[in-house]
């Protein structure tokens, strides 16, 4: 028999405010235990909650990003439960009416354009961390309120390769809508996922299961096919799936149950009181859209249609937002499109990746990259040159033309110096131009060379094969 | 050293004494700790004592008013009902469950009082969490009732009201859920006011029902009321709950007659149920009122038969939650480490929490539950809505409705502790305030045969804390009240 399996996600999503989402407590990572609270995010008697408004904010510009509609009214409800990490021992979240509804994510996955429904965005509030000794647990509050999206697809994924294109293509809209950092590592994107198995072509679905603790896309990409494998097997040895939720093992590369439904929260949501409704006015969601940046997909349209670069190019800039900016930038002062984005995939992200850095702190300014490409163009600096101010630019920032000079590298196109470089190849290397005369052309090829030695490498290359052409024919 | 008689010193009075200088905060302070301590044993009216506190912030006020400054409030002592944070100070809410616990920071209301000059000399007991109409559900002690021993004060802010109609205070903070200031109040023969919801920033004040719970002043008089409520109204970016409305000057509003007034008495409240003694003396009130200057008409308000169960459902549902956070991680008694998180907030809510507290942590879960929640605390939402309304019409055709605090006088010690139910009854003309949101003022009307106090009711509209004061200070002013 064969088995469809169907998927659904939640992505929880930190919010990358200065605040937390109900007190004013900083959301910065990795600060001491405890350091980052008060008597809000505490849970202390007596202490009550003030909205972000700037996390509603970011939170409708996703929604926005991702085609969502965005309710003029929505609010906040208490779900409650007990757990450790948790101060108040209820969340503060979004029940039956969330910020934003509906929406969905294009993904594609073997060439197959897809687009994934969502069911809707809400906003809470995250909850601390536990953390386990020899003999005690303790709790870091830090995280405790910091603002925290949930993302929630619809059951519309069947393969694990879907969910992480689906998980890609949702980070980088959420890049490009600047709402996150969406650092799987430090934990501000996380996902659970839904999974469940029937046979082809049945229209009802199979008991799923709830995996959670995946930490990494490929996590969540390994734990799907182990799960969708566990199920399968299950089923095909006459068992029958239960529902329950299972956490994933990292390092055993398995799920196993956390709890079954019988232990399920009653979570007895109910609107909460401290918190007045959230009223948005039509004015203030449109000049929040107006606000919007370009979306991935519609740039990688636009790049190719604009600029004229293949779709490999448009696919490989338009994919970090930062690198889209600093492209167009730069292609729009040289007037070199495909130089431009040639610079920036061979040469600038080749060496952030080698240095693990962040475009973020790239010294090269886009204006300089554009008067370098200028330069090649102009017949000034021939490529190995540039390649070689490229690299100081890279480390040091600066301005090409300084570079240049400083390091004496403006290309000689002045034909009697290269007449003379010529020469002296020439009675240097009486075998080569021997050969030459015989038609062999890799004696050419080293007989330029040798001219591009002699001039410490600042001899126009075209030139130079034509002088030699010429003196010895 | 002059000697207050604190049994009817009010704030008015005591701020002209500083400000001529005929006494000092500092020597009122003092003489106010010695008469706790002659008092208190019988009475037990307050949980914890500050004096050397006090006494610095009577020095600093003297300091200040002898530098030329003035306040508001300018070394006057206030007693604080044990369910607001005051920074530095124990806030037991009257519950095992926080044995340990300093506050780490000040209720807005506190720190505005602080900032008008008042003196914090002591706590006060309440029923644990504010649950409860006689005080007896305090796990630290049982307060009683100054005119009479063997009776109870009311409740939950019984030490406030002992404490005020007893003389050992000036004044007292209460908070009110369902009518925890004003039946105390009454039946402490004070006055007890319970603002409009978003009036007073609820900011520390730990939550038995957020959507009724309010602050408000226990006092001697009508006026002192108006002061304190000027001292503590206002917007609180650190409350989303309360109003941005301006506050006037109540004071001003205290004109002493009713002339263009019109009152209502509601036709549902004076039913069976209602001891005689307590119907004939608001009777009597609402004459008197009359005779002031008041229009009296009658006017209905329909569906107060549903309030005792509509409250019922909504206060402990929104206890269930806002209790949930008393469980021994953070702060607050802890029980001894058990197999797991779970097992260690079972036991440390077991001891930690009484009878009633329980009983309506599982009632509010209960209603809550997936299956019950629409039955229960949704159709209590609706019925709220409809109680709401029915003041809303009321208040069409008058200014103030006019009503007794409770059915009763005072009940003894120990006479409804096994009958929850029937003390739930008590707060049936109480309680339907608090799910309208609007605001009351319990003023004394009389006293039984026996002596125990008996209570007026002045109902108003959302804002309407001028009006109210204005007829309960104008009655109380006729010189009725005894």
Redesign the interface.
């Known amino acids: 028999m064969s088995w469809v399996a169907t998927i659904g996600l939640e992505t929880h999503v930190q919010l990358h405010t200065e605040s937390k989402m109900f007190c004013a407590c900083c959301t910065g990572f990795g600060a001491a235990p405890n350091t980052h609270v008060c ?1 809000v995010c ?10 972000n408004g700037k996390a509603i904010e970011l939170t409708v510009r996703s929604g926005l990003m991702l085609s969502c509609e965005i309710p003029l009214y929505s609010k906040f409800d ?1 779900k ?1 439960y ?3 990490d948790m ?4 969340q503060i979240s979004q029940y039956d009416m969330p910020l934003c509804q509906g929406g969905g994510v294009d993904i594609t996955v073997d060439g197959q354009h897809r687009r994934i429904e969502l069911t809707r965005i809400h906003l809470e509030e995250d909850v601390g961390k536990s953390m386990h000794f020899k003999s005690s ?1 303790g ?1 870091d509050f830090n995280r405790a309120g910091v603002p925290l999206m949930e993302i929630v697809s619809e059951p519309d994924l069947h393969t694990p390769e879907e969910a992480m294109a689906y998980l890609a293509a949702l980070k980088q809209i959420l890049l490009y809508a600047e709402v996150s950092d969406c650092n799987l590592e430090e934990g501000n994107m996380r996902c659970d996922v839904n999974i469940s198995i029937a046979p082809a072509g049945s229209d009802t679905l199979g008991t799923k299961a709830e995996i959670k603790n995946m930490n990494t896309f490929r996590g969540v990409q390994n734990a799907v096919r182990y799960e969708i494998a566990r199920q399968i097997d299950v089923l095909e040895s006459g068992g029958r799936i239960v529902q329950e939720t299972r956490r994933w093992d990292p390092d055993t590369e398995m799920t196993s149950s956390m709890r079954t439904k019988e232990d399920a929260h ?1 979570y ?3 609107p909460e ?4 409704p959230v009223v948005l006015a039509e004015a203030q969601i449109e000049a929040w859209r107006a606000t919007l940046p370009e979306p991935p997909a519609a740039r990688r349209e636009r790049l190719v249609s604009e600029y004229g670069i293949p779709e490999y190019d448009a696919g490989v800039l338009a994919a970090d937002k930062r690198v889209g900016d600093f492209f167009e930038e730069a292609a729009r002062a040289s007037g070199n499109a495909k130089a431009a984005s040639n610079w920036i995939m061979t040469e600038m992200l080749r060496l952030l990746g080698e240095q693990e850095m962040d475009i973020a702190d790239v010294r090269v300014a886009p204006a300089a990259l554009a008067e370098l490409i200028g330069l090649v163009d102009g017949g000034a600096l021939n490529s190995n040159s540039a390649k070689e101010v490229f690299a100081e630019l890279f480390a040091e920032g600066g301005d090409p033309k300084a570079i240049v000079a400083a390091k004496g590298l403006t290309q000689v196109s002045d034909s009697g110096a290269i007449e003379g470089f010529v020469q002296q190849a020439i009675e240097e290397n009486p075998q080569s131009v021997e050969d030459f005369r015989n038609g062999k052309t890799k004696a050419a090829k080293f007989l330029v060379g040798q001219v591009m030695r002699l001039s410490k490498g600042k001899a126009n290359p075209k030139m130079v094969g034509e002088i030699i052409a010429r003196l010895l024919s | 050293m002059m000697s207050c008689d604190f049994n009817s010193l009010t704030i008015h009075d005591l701020l002209e004494q500083l400000r001529s200088g005929e006494t000092s905060s500092v020597e009122v302070v003092q003489g106010l700790i010695e008469a706790i301590g002659a008092r208190d044993d019988d009475l037990k009216a307050y949980v914890s004592l500050d004096a050397e506190g006090a006494l610095a912030q009577a020095q600093e006020a003297d300091r200040k008013r002898a530098a030329g400054e003035d306040g508001l409030l300018l070394g006057v002592p206030i007693a604080i009902k044990d369910v ?2 005051v920074s530095g100070q124990p ?1 037991t ?1 009257g519950s095992q469950i ?1 044995q340990g ?1 300093v ?3 000040d ?1 807005t209301a506190i720190a505005k009082l602080r900032k008008a000059g008042a003196v914090f000399v002591g706590r006060t007991n309440m029923d644990e969490f504010a649950m409860g109409g006689t005080t007896e559900n305090s796990s630290i002690q049982v307060t009683r009732n100054p005119h009479d021993l063997d009776y109870v004060p009311g409740g939950s802010s019984g030490g406030s009201a002992a404490a005020v109609g007893g003389g050992i205070a000036v004044a007292a903070l209460g908070t009110d859920t369902g009518g925890s200031i004003r039946q105390p109040a009454a039946f402490c023969g004070c006055v007890g006011l319970k603002p409009t919801y978003g009036r007073i920033s ?6 038995f ?3 009724l719970d309010q602050i408000g002043p226990m006092t001697h008089s009508v006026r002192d009321a108006a002061i304190l409520l000027e001292a503590m109204a206002g917007v609180d ?5 309360s109003v941005d409305q301006p506050v006037p000057d109540y004071t001003a509003a205290l004109t002493g007659d009713l002339t263009g007034m019109t009152l209502g008495l509601p036709k549902e409240y004076f039913v069976e149920g209602v001891d005689a003694e307590v119907a004939a003396s608001v009777r009597a009130a609402v004459e008197r009122c009359r005779d002031l200057g008041a229009e009296i008409l009658e006017v209905s308000l329909p569906h107060t038969e549903y309030a005792i169960a509509t409250y019922y459902v909504i206060a402990t ?2 206890a ?2 806002n209790l ?2 008393f ?1 021994g ?3 607050g008694r802890r029980a001894e480490a058990g197999t797991d ?2 097992d260690m ?1 079972g036991r440390t809510r077991a001891q930690g929490f009484g009878p009633e507290v329980k009983r309506r942590i599982i009632l509010g ?1 209960y209603v ?3 299956g019950y ?1 629409d039955a229960y ?1 949704l159709t209590g939402q609706k019925v709220r809505t409809l109680i709401r309304r029915d003041f809303e019409q009321a208040f069409a055709r008058c200014d103030a409705i006019l009503t007794p605090v409770t059915p009763t006088a005072a009940y003894k010690i120990g006479e409804k502790v096994d009958d929850p139910l029937q003390m739930y009854l008590g707060d049936i003309f109480t309680a339907t305030v608090n799910l309208a949101g609007n605001c009351a003022v319990a003023v004394p009307c009389g006293k039984t045969a026996t002596g125990l106090p008996i209570g007026l009711q002045v109902i108003g509209p959302d804002f309407g804390e001028a009006q109210v004061l204005r007829v309960a200070h104008a009655y109380e002013q006729s010189g009725a009240t005894s």
């Open positions: 008597p505490l849970g202390y008697p007596g202490a009550m909650p003030v909205m208490r409650s007990f757990y450790p101060p108040k021992n209820y647990s709790v009653d007895r949501y109910f009181p401290d918190l007045m | 607001l944070n806030c809410c926080l616990y506050a780490p920071y209720a609820r900011y520390g004040l730990t939550a029902a957020s959507s970016p650190m409350d989303s709950s549902a929104e269930s939650a949930a956070r469980d991680v953070r702060y998180p779970i907030y879960t809550l539950s997936s929640h605390y």
